[in-house]
């Protein structure tokens, strides 16, 4: 079984910058893309960007230019660099996984607990 853990949350105003953290464990054969999705209340859950475990990324177009998604291989673990946050990040940011927890394991999708965002002056 894989879990993943997000860390890194909090309250910010708004201009204020975060980094979230995302670390994978467990029985983890090999992890392909990972990335944030994003939940604010009454809305649906979000794309915010993802990353290939060759470095390739994609973001959401609200984020373009103030986010960067970056991982370490090495570390199973994914982070989020958020710059120039705007009350409308406000949301609980969730991270995922599509990883193989052994070599005869399919591919499955884990996703983390998720850590809460608040952008607020």
């Known amino acids: 079984q894989v879990q993943v853990v997000e860390s890194g949350g909090g309250l910010v105003q708004p201009g204020g910058s975060l980094r979230l953290s995302c670390a994978a464990s467990?029985?983890?054969?090999?992890?392909?893309?990972m990335g944030w999705y994003r939940q604010a209340p009454g809305k649906q859950r979000e794309l915010v960007a993802v990353i290939t475990n060759g470095g390739s990324t994609d973001y959401a177009e609200s984020v373009k230019g103030r986010f960067t998604i970056s991982r370490d291989n090495a570390k199973n673990t994914v982070y989020l660099q958020m710059n120039s946050l705007k009350p409308e990040d406000t949301a609980n940011y969730y991270c995922n996984c599509n990883a193989r927890a052994g070599i005869a394991r399919p591919t499955m999708t884990y996703w983390g607990q998720g850590t809460q965002v608040t952008v607020s002056s």
């Open positions: 467990g029985s983890i054969f090999s992890i392909y893309t």
